[in-house]
């Protein structure tokens, strides 16, 4: 294991992992983690490069970050897991789950895409702005050349394929804000193309992990409860 990734233990029972975002720490899951450690052995991961987790001397990229959360279950001695990833979290798990999938239980990605150009066209020119201003300034001031590689990130990355999500075997909630900056296109194309997958919307925006967690809460917990009934 190239570095030992901060993270948030809370409960028992059945693993559910979860992934923040770009530019995010585990502390996005605040209410989540609160919630389902009641039921679950919840562990919220601070990504490489994020909150409390070290750069690391690997590559900074969302296929590196799914080695670390291989690394980090066999090095937590967890076999298998239910994860829940948010924005690029939920991309990170589902490059996890292609490559993985026996490690993975149940997969909720929430706010994820397959491609840059998943993104809303206002939200990929935001990021691209912010991209170059970062780069401007980084020549001035170190603080800002990790901004630069969070955008160049977002600019970058995910590229999954098609073939990738074909490969996805764990039961899948493809969630998703009403008003996401994800275009709507894109998050009924993952949902169609993993096998045993879902699609729900939650009233709001890409947020609505901190902004509508009680629907949030609600529309995860149904899936993963559902599935165990079946």
């Given at each position: ?28 899951f605040e209410k989540e983690i609160s919630y389902f450690s009641k039921e679950y052995r919840v562990?919220a991961i601070d990504t490489r490069g994020h909150g409390n987790s070290p750069m690391g001397d ?121 008003n996401d900056l994800i275009k709507e296109k894109e998050s009924r194309y993952i949902q169609k ?38």
């Amino acid at each position: 294991m190239d570095i030992e990734l901060y993270y948030i233990e809370k409960g028992e029972g059945e693993p559910l992992i979860m992934l923040h975002g770009n530019g995010e720490d585990s502390s996005v899951f605040e209410k989540e983690i609160s919630y389902f450690s009641k039921e679950y052995r919840v562990i919220a991961i601070d990504t490489r490069g994020h909150g409390n987790s070290p750069m690391g001397d690997e590559p900074f990229s969302l296929y590196q970050f799914a080695e670390d959360l291989k690394d980090f279950m066999d090095g937590h001695g967890i076999d298998k897991a239910n994860i829940l990833g948010f924005s690029d979290g939920g991309n990170i798990a589902l490059i996890f789950a292609s490559k993985y999938p026996e490690r993975v239980i149940k997969l909720i990605a929430n706010g994820a895409n397959t491609k840059p150009s998943g993104m809303k066209f206002a939200a990929h020119a935001a990021i691209r702005m912010s991209y170059l201003w970062y780069s401007f300034m980084s020549a001035f001031s170190q603080k800002y050349i990790h901004k630069k590689m969070l955008m160049k990130l977002m600019l970058d990355e995910p590229n999954i394929t098609r073939e990738e999500l074909e490969n996805i075997s764990a039961p899948t909630l493809v969630l998703v804000g009403t008003n996401d900056l994800i275009k709507e296109k894109e998050s009924r194309y993952i949902q169609k193309t993993i096998p045993d997958s879902e699609l729900v919307f939650v009233l709001g925006n890409h947020f609505i992990v901190k902004n509508n967690a009680k629907d949030y809460i609600y529309a995860v917990e149904h899936f993963l409860g559902k599935q165990k009934e079946e």
